[in-house]
């Protein structure tokens, strides 16, 4: 694969390359026979059909290759119908000449006949598949909305593993669980949420979640349709952070971690940082990281070298977060407290004149709603 570089203060407005290199790529096309060339940032429609046309080859920007990878992992129904939308959001502006692809039913009651042009029927064409999705969306999430609820009737913590896509995350609970979950070394290998159950010392069961990687400037499309995989996270107990001890740009890589996770609303949600892959480091990085991460767990998933450690360090801090409360609900808030009835872990409720007395193990996070809906019945 030959990788070229230009250094300009921003890529040029009608076909991304500047002249003198444009015309560098086109010798290097041509002479190696590429079929394929990818840019790094994303194109708009002009300078996709520039290039293509002064390249003669096939031009991918960069949320097209990201989509390319989603569609080949996406195994759910949800997940795929995720990676649909996104695709279609993005190639709606310069959606031309594929109308016929985006029907199953071809021409018929409700098309408008050979006099329509192509582009129109496209842009037609393709916000009516979004609307259906985007339907069919709603319907998935609701099925996840009820089965989230039902884990926290039932209280069982949610331990969500976030990071960097190809930071191990699956490798390392598989290893921790047993669960036969994908494992490889490829770019956003896991698309779709997956849950599997672990026992902690403490003989605490949690639900352990398996989340799609993050990555610098993940595509706006993405974030949207993936919006309700992503927020998994949000509604989690702990997300314990997974961090490569190889990688050189884990510093770089650890504050995108943390601005999506700002950005799907997770920021205040208890956090463990784990550094795996501690088998591909010399003993003077394992020293610099253990400077850097004082409180981080440092794990091999591959050698299932210290998962003991790390099952004891997801206990206490489940411990530290999961506390005792007591509220007094007056009359005229009970509706309100039913909004998050079903977030926290009941230990009694008893009725005292019109309010209605309850004490409960919840995150600090569900009683800080709490609070906001209850204010002064909080003791």
């Known amino acids: 694969m030959d990788k070229i570089i230009q250094n300009l203060d921003k ?102 006949g050979p006099g329509e042009k192509i582009l129109e029927r496209d842009r037609r064409l393709a916000l009516k598949r979004i609307t259906v999705l985007q339907k069919e969306l709603i319907k998935q999430r609701k099925v996840r909305e009820v089965i989230r609820k039902k884990r926290q009737r039932n209280s069982i913590p949610v331990v969500s593993f976030v990071g960097y896509t190809n930071v191990g995350k699956s490798s390392l609970i598989s290893a921790l669980t047993g669960a036969d979950l994908l494992v490889e070394n490829q770019l956003f290998s896991t698309l779709d949420v997956k849950t599997c159950r672990l026992k902690l010392p403490s003989g605490r069961r949690v639900l352990i979640s398996d989340t799609v990687g993050f990555i610098r400037e993940l595509p706006q499309e993405l974030i949207q349709s993936f919006k309700s995989t992503l927020e998994e996270a949000k509604f989690s107990d702990l997300l314990v952070v997974v961090l490569d001890a190889s990688d050189r740009y884990l510093d770089e890589k650890l504050e995108i971690i943390n601005s999506t996770l700002r950005d799907i609303g997770a920021e205040n949600v208890p956090k463990l940082n784990v550094i795996n892959k501690i088998d591909k480091c010399t003993g003077e990085r394992l020293k610099e990281l253990g400077n850097s991460f004082p ?81 002064e019945g909080v003791k």
């Open 295 to 375: 409180d981080a767990v440092f794990v091999s998933a591959v050698l299932k070298y210290n998962l003991d450690e790390l099952k004891e360090k997801i206990d206490i801090v489940l411990s530290q977060s999961f506390r005792k409360y007591k509220l007094v609900v007056p009359p005229e808030k009970l509706g309100e407290f039913l909004k998050v009835r079903d977030e926290i872990k009941v230990i009694s409720q008893e009725c005292y004149g019109d309010s209605l007395i309850v004490v409960y193990k919840a995150p600090e996070r569900i009683h800080k709603k709490l609070v906001s809906f209850i204010g």
């Open 11 to 112: 890529p040029d407005n009608r076909r991304y390359f500047g002249k003198g290199k444009l015309e560098q790529v086109k010798k290097i096309v041509s002479f190696k026979n590429i079929s394929v060339v990818i840019t790094r940032h994303n194109l708009t429609p002009s300078q996709k059909k520039n290039l293509e046309s002064f390249l003669e080859v096939k031009v991918l920007d960069r949320t097209q290759v990201i989509l390319e990878i989603f569609k080949k992992h996406a195994v759910t129904r949800e997940g795929k119908l995720e990676v649909e939308l996104a695709r279609l959001k993005y190639e709606l502006p310069s959606l031309k000449g594929k109308g016929t692809s985006l029907s199953n039913t071809g021409a018929g009651i409700g098309t408008r």
